[in-house]
């Protein structure tokens, strides 16, 4: 891969994002879009554009800002950064990346909990049905996240339209599904 | 006529209404939707945030499915679905290296030939050249064409409709007889996957889609993705706190507005199966 611009020094996380999903930060001019246009960028601690004007540093403690912050939990994969951004660089793939790399390195944001809690419960859910089983990932999530009264009463109003599982709607190779988890763990 | 359909997890369930009007419609048209057999979840948000391996071995095993029952047209219809379905295909297609690797996790063939086509590629190519004659009871009603995120973004690889003010629902719903309103709000995010862990933010921009669709004089927001209705819809009394006002516009899937103009009855379209109350016919 050639870089355009400069040459990033290898041991830096904006070097990682081009090696691993060739988003190149170093393109960004920092003319907002991406930040205007973002739907949750007003809850952000970085809004997107900062995000990368950290990266293009190339200094530990910024990208440690970077990994810790809430934002890369708080972005929802709209993609409407993306679509604006005129050097069209791909900040939702390397949002992706970041969050991957902020729970490897064990720097998720203390806020980002739920979130993740719930990611998790529905990943648990597929893991063992192959397919989405929304009362159960509802639970789970209740007791990853300790959020007991949530909702508590859209899941009758949920049964009475129809709208709820009561029994998980399965794949018939579970077996399948479940190499495929452990072939893909921890990558 | 056989078609492949790829359902998804949520029209078993949340999206039942979703579900049972895209099946209304297929009957209704003479179509035969095979599913894929055994299909699994395409792994949504969650895979991608936390295992980006995981994120494609899933969607390619539906892929690699429908190419091994010689389905070589799928119909997606829930838009994140088929967003992570056409994502998966050109990222396999642009790395052979990591297509190899997801053949390998998937101990399967596959190729990447599947036609993947969303709700609205669908009704252009089977339902439309079919609508005339066929419309008994035309949709005349002013109505919000609400596209969200996944039917048309990443608009570089799903290369669909224009990623800014969209025109493909737009001219379907004139088809069956509707006038749709000017609406900015047309590709802003509802909030998506936030509907459990983060309700508030939901609770905001879903409220902003409402407000903005009701003060332009919208009967009714349409939409076509089952993650978008349930955040408008079911997520309608949270919305309702959060603004300290009270939005009645309802949410209508574009299936179930095609599907009461050809004269299905309301409950053959999953229409009573709404958190907001549907009461335009």
């Known amino acids: 891969m050639t870089h355009q611009h400069h040459n990033i020094e290898n041991n830096t996380l904006a070097y990682s994002i081009e090696k691993n999903v060739e988003v190149h930060t170093q393109k960004c001019y920092q003319c907002g879009k991406c930040s205007a246009g973002c739907p949750v960028a007003e809850e952000m601690d970085l809004p997107p554009s900062m995000v990368l004007r950290l990266l293009q540093t190339e200094e530990p403690a910024n990208e440690e800002k970077v990994l810790r912050s809430m934002s890369i939990w708080l972005c929802v994969t709209c993609e409407m950064c993306l679509s604006r951004c005129p050097m069209e660089i791909d900040i939702p793939s390397m949002m992706d990346f970041l969050r991957q790399k902020s729970i490897k390195e064990k720097k998720v944001n203390p806020?980002?909990?739920?979130?993740?809690?719930?990611?998790?419960?529905?990943?648990?859910?597929?893991?063992?049905?192959?397919?989405?089983?929304?009362?159960?990932?509802?639970?789970?999530?209740?007791?990853q996240s300790l959020n007991m009264t949530q909702d508590i009463t859209l899941a009758p109003k949920m049964i009475s339209r129809g709208k709820l599982h009561i029994i998980p709607d399965m794949v018939r190779d579970k077996t399948h599904i479940a190499n495929i988890f452990k072939k893909t763990r921890n990558k | 006529m056989k078609i492949g359909i790829y359902p998804g997890c949520s029209l078993t369930g949340s999206a039942r209404d979703y579900n049972e009007s895209v099946f209304a419609l297929a009957e209704a048209f003479d179509i035969d939707f095979v599913q894929i057999p055994d299909w699994n979840c395409c792994g949504a948000t969650a895979a991608h945030n936390l295992n980006k391996e995981l994120s494609l071995a899933l969607p390619a095993r539906i892929l690699a499915l429908a190419e091994k029952h010689g389905l070589d047209e799928i119909v997606v219809p829930c838009a994140a679905c088929y967003s992570r379905l056409v994502v998966t295909q050109h990222e396999l297609k642009k790395n052979p290296e990591l297509?190899?690797?997801?053949?390998?996790?998937?101990?399967?063939?596959?190729?990447?030939?599947?036609?993947?086509?969303?709700?609205?590629?669908?009704?252009?190519?089977?339902?439309?050249?079919?609508?005339?004659?066929?419309?008994?009871?035309?949709?005349?009603?002013?109505?919000?064409?609400y596209y969200g995120c996944l039917l048309v973004r990443p608009d570089k690889v799903l290369r669909y409709d224009r990623a800014e003010d969209p025109q493909t629902m737009d001219i379907v719903m004139s088809k069956i007889g509707a006038t749709t309103v000017e609406y900015p709000f047309k590709t802003e995010c509802c909030g998506a996957g936030f509907s459990v862990s983060n309700t508030d933010i939901v609770s905001k921009l879903s409220g902003k889609i409402i407000e903005d669709a009701e003060h332009r004089g919208a009967e009714a927001i349409i939409v076509a993705c089952p993650m978008c209705h349930s955040n408008l819809d079911m997520r309608r009394n949270d919305i309702n706190k959060y603004w300290g006002r009270k939005f009645n516009i309802p949410v209508v899937f574009i299936t179930q507005a095609i599907g009461l103009a050809v004269g299905l009855p309301a409950s053959k379209v999953g229409l009573k199966r709404h958190f907001v109350e549907v009461n335009i016919s």
Not at chain 1, 111 to 136: Q, W
């Open chain 1, 111 to 143: 806020k980002a909990k739920k979130i993740i809690a719930f990611h998790k419960s529905f990943l648990n859910s597929i893991r063992f049905t192959g397919r989405l089983f929304e009362l159960g990932l509802i639970l789970d999530y209740k007791r």
């Open chain 2, 99 to 145: 297509k190899n690797r997801v053949c390998e996790v998937l101990n399967m063939d596959y190729r990447g030939t599947s036609a993947i086509l969303n709700v609205i590629e669908w009704i252009d190519k089977y339902i439309i050249p079919k609508l005339d004659g066929k419309i008994s009871n035309p949709f005349s009603h002013k109505v919000a064409c």
